[in-house]
């Protein structure tokens, strides 16, 4: 009988020569194995990068993984005859990276008594001359397999370990979120489809296993550039819904993302709106749609009309600070929009009704004395004394008293501009027009380009049929079909084939399909109480989330919309249940805030020297020094660190 003394003797291959917190270096006995070891229990090659060894301590054993092999040269040490010649000896050297501890665990069902279990972490580090030992194949399935509870996924095997099963947990995979990288022809799109059929596949056995219903309760959206998906899941009948541009293949369905649906950022960033008066204009424009407006010239709906623009306007000066009012040059645009509020008022204030006509006159007079108050003439003409903020509330205080007069009347204001209430899209140009005639004669020159790109817009037949589609679903027929009925009983798997979608509008379809999904979840859980578990997959993620630029324009473009969109979902989208997966080639061209929420990474071949110095820095623990393999491995390989593992 072979004493445990004795079985860890059999097993020693070295000693501990240096510690640090994320790097142990091993000197290998002379009698250590040069390729195969025999002495585990099972034929195991050693030494190997990426092979585990055991360091013994007080707590089990501290688990480390080779990350380095070389041979240093040094001279023999003996003593005797000064003639006899020291040849140089070959030293055989490891470094470790650890990654966490093999525990002993009591366990009375056991012959032995206890158990052995892996756990990320090190609470105890060696010391210099500890033994470094081989793990025996029952401690390697340990550290493989970890908890037999987590053990629910096959999603490969490891080559380096006897082709041990490697399993995971979708709860903890998709729970967080994943960052699938590689280069082109990696498997980067093989691994997505593989994760989620593997998993509701898992969930189905599991399900019929406890006797429930068969259905999982989960939710996979996969928003697709390449084609890629529409046929991945064809063999699953019941479980996926593909959505196309027109024509459409047999099984899919119309892809329809109404304009009614988008929000102002959106549609500026659709239209190229100009923040200082465009924008503000579409946002009255589309809360007037909202609301059920008809165009009327009525002199109380323009007045009304105005005083919103009014109101908007000086707001944003308000909000910029002194920098849009208290200086010279601003002073000189205050003057002018002083004037604009005095013609304005003159124009409407004999055809007001007697309260509004008071209110009315008290604005006016106060913009007059603003004016007279700050003008004095000089060489070129006439200039402003800048204006302080004091000044600019008390205008903005009046403006709001006339406004406020028509909302006592019984005009309810919208719970928020961007509401989803249906209205026909194709009007908007005709109101958008109105809008601005009604506003000034300024406003609505410096509007006409606006309203003339969203005509072409809406007249493209590649664009229309998405954006105003003639039999556009409700609301909550498209929440039902785009994410899935509660429970997810009209299937899993949501495919959103972007193939065909016109670069004009892909990133903004990207970005409203992401936002909608993103509160739809928030509302959710704070209606039910529950959360409503989805999966959002983002293929070719570096062209919808790209890093940003210092020189971006002031307004905000499509890509900057989608990006925004997904950086907000990967900071807050777990706490609602929302799961994110980003797949790119390029992963130094992602935005860092959507890379540095991942929780698990599954690494393919990265030849980038960009690339891998990133993937190095943002992968948890201390396994960036493993990660140097990436450029040689083969197709349908992957490394895999992170929550999930």
């Not at 004795?6 to 501990?16: F, K």
């Not at 979608?501 to 039910?528: C, K, M, N, W």
């Amino acid at each position: 009988m072979i004493t445990r003394v004795e079985r860890i003797s059999n097993l020693t291959v070295g000693a501990v020569e240096s510690v640090a917190a994320d790097e142990i270096s091993v000197l290998l006995e002379a009698t250590a194995p040069r390729s195969i070891a025999l002495n585990a229990g099972v034929p195991t090659g050693f030494p190997r990068l990426n092979g585990y060894v055991l360091i013994p301590n007080e707590t089990g054993s501290l688990v480390g993984i080779v990350v380095r092999l070389w041979i240093e040269r040094s001279p023999l040490t003996r003593t005797g005859p000064k003639d006899l010649i020291d040849l140089p000896f070959p030293l055989r050297k490891l470094t470790l990276t650890p990654v966490g501890t093999l525990a002993w665990r009591h366990d009375p069902d056991e012959d032995r008594g206890y158990t052995t279990a892996f756990h990320r972490g090190v609470t105890v580090f060696p010391s210099v001359g500890d033994s470094v030992l081989l793990p025996t194949s029952e401690q390697l399935r340990a550290i493989i397999e970890s908890e037999s509870h987590h053990r629910r996924v096959n999603i490969g095997t490891s080559p380096l370990l006897a082709n041990s099963e490697i399993t995971l947990d979708p709860d903890r995979l998709f729970g967080g979120h994943l960052a699938v990288l590689g280069n082109t022809g990696s498997g980067k799109s093989c691994t997505v489809a593989g994760l989620v059929r593997w998993s509701l596949e898992a969930a189905q056995r599991e399900r019929l296993r406890n006797r429930r219903n068969n259905v999982p309760n989960a939710r996979f959206i996969i928003l697709d550039p390449n084609g890629e998906y529409r046929n991945s899941f064809a063999d699953v009948p019941g479980r996926v819904r593909v959505y196309q541009i027109p024509p459409t293949d047999p099984g899919a369905e119309p892809l329809t993302i109404p304009g009614w649906m988008w929000n102002i950022s959106e549609w500026s960033a659709f239209s190229s709106a100009a923040p200082s008066i465009q924008r503000p204009l579409l946002q009255q424009t589309l809360r007037l749609l909202r609301t059920g407006g008809a165009i009327d010239d009525s002199v109380d709906r323009i007045i009304r009309r105005r005083m919103r623009y009014l109101l908007t306007s000086l707001n944003e000066k308000i909000a910029s600070g002194g920098g849009a009012y208290g200086d010279f040059g601003p002073a000189q645009g205050v003057g002018e929009f002083l004037q604009i509020i005095i013609d304005d008022g003159n124009r409407y204030v004999e055809k007001a009704s007697a309260e509004v006509k008071r209110a009315l006159f008290t604005l006016i007079n106060q913009a007059q004395t603003l004016r007279d108050e700050h003008k004095f003439e000089r060489r070129n003409g006439t200039a402003f004394q800048p204006f302080s903020e004091t000044e600019m509330v008390s205008l903005r205080d009046n403006v709001s008293a006339v406004l406020d007069l028509f909302l006592a009347e019984g005009e309810t204001p919208l719970t928020t501009d961007d509401a989803p209430i249906p209205f026909d899209v194709n009007v908007l140009p005709d109101y958008l027009e109105h809008v601005a005639s009604a506003a000034s004669t300024q406003a609505a020159t410096q509007t006409a380009g606006l309203i003339v790109r969203i005509r072409n817009m809406l007249a493209d037949t590649r664009l229309s049929g998405v954006i105003a589609p003639e039999n556009s679903p409700s609301f909550s027929e498209w929440l039902e079909r785009h994410i899935g009925g509660d429970g997810a009983s009209n299937g899993q798997v949501t495919v959103v084939d972007l193939s065909l979608v016109p670069t004009d509008i892909i990133h903004l379809v990207v970005a409203v399909i992401g936002r909608i999904v993103f509160e739809a979840q928030q509302r959710y859980l704070r209606s039910t109480g529950s959360e409503l578990p989805t999966v959002l997959i983002l293929e070719e993620a570096h062209t919808f989330v790209a890093r940003g630029r210092e020189d971006e324009s002031a307004g905000p473009t499509a890509s900057d919309t989608c990006r925004t969109t997904f950086e907000r979902i990967a900071r807050e989208g777990r706490k609602f249940g929302l799961g994110l997966v980003i797949s790119s080639q390029r992963p130094s061209e992602l935005s860092p805030t959507v890379l540095s929420q991942c929780n698990t990474f599954l690494l393919h071949r990265l030849v980038n020297d960009r690339d891998q110095d990133l993937v190095g820095r943002l992968v948890p623990d201390t396994l960036g020094g493993m990660l140097r393999e990436l450029p040689t491995l083969p197709a349908r390989h992957a490394i895999i660190v992170g929550q999930a593992t």
